[in-house]
């Protein structure tokens, strides 16, 4: 059982990467590579269970959109194959048709996701967000300048916050085959159990988290606060 993390000198924000070292501690059997830049992804052609971007800086999301280029038919083949794929922050972004900035030129996407994200670099938005995802309840935060605009399968319910286009109408996030892009940051598994232990069944492994009974207490005081009557989303 094998992990892969795309880029991880770049897309390392939020401590994202953490993700994946919590499924290891979880699954000790799983190996875990990082691709670099200067080097060829190894799932489009190899055995990899789970692929993983994180959040990155504005030049980092070029960098990581031109090193996938070449890639693009591949990635859309593995991913609607049932390819395991998670994507956070505005890793999204990279997955997307393109991104324009007020402050920088457009960047292209991959189009492996039907839509555009703008970016306002004197408007960052923070918040918190609640969501729904099967029977599970989702809780994350959201550090971004700017928003995606397009349609396509949601990933998550929006229940508090902002979805995916900055309202609270809009679902948070994409999903398209085994591809799971969310804006939420930080070690998204870790602050939801359930989550992470649903992703570990998918990857045909044991579902027992490490330090099991902490996670969960933290999770549900976490849940409790956010859906706290009167509390803003925002921060």
């Known amino acids: ?12 924000l939020y401590g994202d990467l953490q993700n994946v070292y919590y499924l290891q501690r979880c699954c000790p059997s799983l190996e875990i590579v990082e691709t670099d830049l ?16 994180g959040s990155t800086t504005e030049q980092g999301l ?23 794929f998670l994507a956070t922050g505005n890793a999204l972004d990279i997955l997307g048709d393109a991104i324009d900035s007020d ?10 996701l039907p839509t555009r994200a703008e970016y306002h670099m ?25 928003h995606s605009h397009g349609m396509g399968d949601a990933l998550f319910d929006t229940v508090k ?11 948070e996030g994409f999903r398209r085959g085994g591809l799971m892009a969310t804006y939420l940051i930080g070690p998204l598994l ?11 069944r998918q990857m ?15 999770y549900r005081k976490r849940l409790s606060e956010f859906m706290e009557p009167g509390r803003s989303w925002k921060y």
Request: proline fraction near 6%; include cysteine; charge should be negative.
């Open 103 to 112: 402050a920088a030129e457009r960047i292209d996407g991959l189009g492996l």
């Open 1 to 12: 059982m094998r992990a892969e993390i795309l880029f991880p000198e770049v897309c390392n």
């Open 62 to 84: 070029k960098l990581a959109a031109d090193a996938l280029r070449p890639y693009r038919e591949a990635i859309a083949e593995k991913v609607d194959a049932g390819q395991l």
């Open 161 to 171: 916050g902002v979805g995916r286009d900055g309202t609270p109408q809009s679902g």
């Open 38 to 53: 200067k080097s060829k992804p190894r799932f489009p052609e190899e055995d990899v269970t789970l692929v993983f971007m």
């Open 122 to 146: 004197m408007q960052r938005h923070n918040s918190f967000f609640v969501g729904k995802f099967e029977d599970m309840d989702i809780v994350g935060f959201k550090s971004l300048f700017g």
């Open 190 to 200: 870790i602050l939801n159990p359930p989550l992470c232990k649903w992703l570990l």
């Open 204 to 218: 045909g492994a044991d579902d027992t988290l490490a330090f099991e009974e902490a996670a969960m207490d933290s």
